[in-house]
């Protein structure tokens, strides 16, 4: 005790010669203090170490326990694709073959608040065609606007040039999906307001041809100034892949020489002469 008072004695004089000191004696014990502190920071280690593979065996039950539940999922989604079939069967379903997609990672976006489109890395290569929807799994994104060899760019519904002819369900409204670059595109010349509520389902109704019908938009929704507008259902905020639709429209009916005949000059109706009688 004497010992290490005198040492904090010494070590508070503020002196050259006790500076010189109390630096020899730094440099003799920072060798020494190093191989000393080299136990205790080996068992430093292993408490980190145990303490790592603790929480890889939590991660391990974790991820097992996560395993067993998918395994349940995946039981249950293929009861569900069988009993689709089955249904699907006794009703006679069948899925239009024109509604094939392709799937295309989103290259960049446009970055201009002006100006909302996406990048994908398909093209014409791969058939596509302007026009198609593009979809990011659960909801519209919008259309091809603009075809590369290798890439396309996807106009989205959101911007300003945008709009889609719409169904509001369950009332069957139709109603026209105007972009004005923001994530909540408001409706436009909705038939009657009075039949539909918040919340209410939003589709494509087909109309130009250019979306096939009944695809997802969003949900109706109100915003404070009491406009109504649309939650839309794909994340636009982390769109990373893209659903292509390869969608043919049917073609218009043919002209009206094929379903009705033309018209054909009839020959005028005229009395057979008479050869005069003579006595």
């Known amino acids: ?40 920071r080996g068992i430093v280690t292993i408490v980190q170490d145990f303490q790592s593979y603790e929480s890889l065996q939590q991660q391990n039950r974790q991820l097992r326990r996560e395993l067993r539940q998918m395994k349940i999922w995946k039981e249950a989604a293929v009861q569900l694709e069988q009993e689709n079939a089955r249904l699907r069967d006794l009703n006679k379903l069948r899925v239009d073959p024109k509604l094939i997609a392709i799937t295309g990672d989103v290259l960049a976006d446009s970055g201009s608040p002006f100006r909302q489109s996406l990048l994908v890395n398909v093209g014409a290569r791969d058939g596509l065609r302007d026009g198609w929807a593009a979809l990011d799994g659960v909801g519209l994104v919008g259309r091809i ?24 369900q369950p009332s069957g409204q139709r109603a026209l999906i105007v972009g004005d670059n923001s994530l909540a595109p408001p409706i436009e010349f909705l038939e009657n307001p009075d039949l539909v509520r918040p919340g209410d389902r ?60 033309p018209d054909v000059p009839q020959p005028k109706f005229t009395a057979p002469i008479m050869p005069e009688l003579t006595q």
């Open 1 to 40: 005790m004497v010992v290490l008072l005198l040492t904090v004695v010494v070590w508070r004089i503020d002196s050259p010669r006790i500076e010189r000191i109390r630096m020899q004696v730094l440099d003799w014990f920072a060798p020494a203090s190093a191989s000393l502190t080299a136990p205790l």
């Open 145 to 168: 606007a603009g075809l590369g060899q290798e890439t396309a760019r996807v106009l989205l519904i959101t911007d300003s040039s945008s709009q889609i002819p719409a169904v509001i």
């Open 202 to 261: 939003i589709v494509t109704s087909g109309d130009g041809t250019v979306f096939p019908p009944d695809l997802l938009i969003g949900e109706l929704a109100q915003d404070p100034s009491g406009r109504l507008r649309v939650r839309l259902a794909a994340d636009f905020q982390a769109l990373e892949f893209l659903r292509i639709l390869r969608y043919q429209p049917a073609r218009d009916a043919p002209g009206a020489s094929g379903l009705i005949l």
